[in-house]
């Protein structure tokens, strides 16, 4: 395992690497001129005069070729040094520090409801095959992975916001505040868990060990949870490993809807203002987070089942 670990560990900086240089190349080659834009921006929407344009661009470093541009923000990046924004001209390290912990907390109260109502329900509805209540468990998971966040966010703001005054439609600071965005930001990850510990658990529940379990005159309960269940999670934690890159990302476009004043609202104004700083430093925290998680669901994977070896044979 030590081996393993290591090995993996040391390609992670090559991984960093290549998702940093495919990100500076697609951003750079998209149309429009940083410095321009943000000339615009600042001067109420008026085309500001070539010449202000090429100041800033050499102010800013834009002039210098690809290569060195790149370069130089790879070796400040390695310091921990993002930048600053064209925009605000604040240190993207620092915002995203300070932003960091409100996309966490809606992450992760997504992910523990995502957990806490998708394997239950998907349990449920192996156990109680073919009767009413898998008919509404798999209605529900085929609701929540095909309505998509931006439609049903709307959707429960008019509900519970609007016509009841249950909750808050946007704001960040109390606990009210991140029961509709975390809802919203789950039900695409619970419906995934739910339909696959449904198809996993079904899958184990016909295995033979199984059936020696409740030869013996162990109970349903016990059969399904102490043995069943810890087999049919390997899948399961692969997806939650991927769901939470996805949370993260995907909080993108939910905190811009709620008001929620995390990473994902800074970037999108740091992508409608061509603020190159801004998204770069999200990429690469993006790729570092799920590269870190990544590594940890494989190691996971030891735990649930310890036949595994990480050279890819069994013990």
Same mark, same amino acid.
């Given at each position: 395992? @030590?081996?393993? =670990?290591?090995?993996?560990?040391?390609?992670?900086?090559?991984? /960093?690497?290549?998702?940093?240089?495919?990100? *500076? /190349?697609?951003?750079?080659?998209?149309?429009?001129?940083?410095?321009?834009?943000?000339?615009?921006?600042?001067? @109420?929407?008026?085309?500001?005069?070539?010449?202000?344009?090429?100041? $800033?661009?050499?102010?800013?470093? /834009?002039?210098?070729? !690809?290569?060195?541009?790149?370069? &130089?923000?790879?070796? +400040?990046?390695? &310091?921990?040094?993002?930048?600053?924004s064209y925009r605000s001209g604040s240190s993207i390290a620092a915002e995203l520090t300070r932003r960091l912990p409100a996309t966490l907390l809606l992450a992760s109260a997504a992910?523990?409801?995502?957990?806490?109502? @998708?394997?239950?329900?998907?349990?449920?509805?192996?156990?109680?095959?073919?009767?009413?209540?898998?008919?509404?468990?798999?209605?529900?998971?085929? %609701?929540?992975?095909?309505?998509?966040?931006? %439609?049903?966010?709307?959707? $429960?703001?008019?509900? *519970?916001?609007?016509? /009841?005054?249950?909750?808050?439609?946007?704001?960040?600071? +109390?606990?009210?505040?991140?029961?509709?965005?975390?809802?919203?930001?789950?039900? @695409?990850?619970?419906?995934? !868990?739910? &339909?696959?510990?449904?198809?996993?658990?079904?899958?184990?529940?016909?295995?033979?060990?199984?059936?020696?379990?409740?030869?013996?005159?162990?109970?349903?309960?016990?059969?399904?949870? &102490?043995?069943?269940?810890?087999?049919?999670?390997?899948?399961?934690?692969?997806?939650?490993?991927?769901?939470?890159?996805?949370?993260?990302?995907?909080?993108?476009?939910?905190?811009?809807?709620?008001?929620?004043?995390?990473?994902?609202?800074?970037?999108?104004?740091?992508?409608?203002?061509?603020?190159?700083?801004?998204?770069?430093?999200?990429?690469?925290?993006?790729?570092?987070?799920?590269?870190?998680?990544?590594?940890?669901?494989?190691?996971?994977?030891?735990? =649930?089942?310890?036949?595994?070896?990480?050279?890819?044979?069994?013990?």
């Amino acid at each position: 395992m @030590g081996g393993y =670990l290591a090995r993996r560990l040391l390609t992670l900086p090559l991984l /960093l690497v290549g998702i940093s240089l495919i990100s *500076f /190349l697609l951003l750079n080659f998209a149309p429009g001129d940083a410095a321009e834009i943000t000339l615009r921006r600042q001067n @109420g929407g008026v085309t500001p005069p070539r010449e202000a344009v090429v100041a $800033l661009q050499q102010e800013l470093g /834009l002039d210098d070729a !690809l290569p060195v541009r790149y370069l &130089r923000w790879v070796s +400040s990046a390695s &310091r921990g040094e993002l930048g600053d924004s064209y925009r605000s001209g604040s240190s993207i390290a620092a915002e995203l520090t300070r932003r960091l912990p409100a996309t966490l907390l809606l992450a992760s109260a997504a992910l523990i409801l995502a957990v806490v109502a @998708g394997i239950p329900l998907g349990v449920l509805a192996a156990v109680k095959r073919g009767t009413w209540a898998d008919s509404a468990c798999r209605l529900l998971a085929l %609701v929540g992975a095909a309505v998509p966040s931006y %439609v049903l966010a709307p959707a $429960l703001m008019l509900l *519970f916001a609007v016509k /009841l005054d249950w909750l808050p439609a946007i704001g960040y600071g +109390s606990p009210k505040n991140l029961v509709l965005p975390a809802l919203v930001l789950s039900l @695409g990850t619970m419906a995934q !868990l739910m &339909r696959l510990t449904r198809a996993t658990l079904l899958e184990v529940l016909n295995q033979d060990h199984i059936r020696t379990a409740r030869a013996k005159g162990l109970t349903e309960g016990v059969v399904v949870w &102490r043995h069943a269940l810890k087999n049919a999670l390997l899948p399961v934690v692969t997806v939650l490993g991927t769901s939470t890159g996805y949370l993260l990302g995907g909080a993108v476009i939910i905190e811009t809807i709620f008001g929620w004043p995390g990473v994902g609202q800074f970037v999108v104004v740091g992508i409608s203002q061509r603020d190159y700083p801004v998204v770069q430093g999200f990429v690469l925290y993006m790729a570092v987070i799920f590269l870190l998680v990544n590594l940890a669901v494989d190691i996971s994977y030891r735990w =649930l089942d310890p036949r595994l070896h990480f050279g890819g044979k069994f013990n």
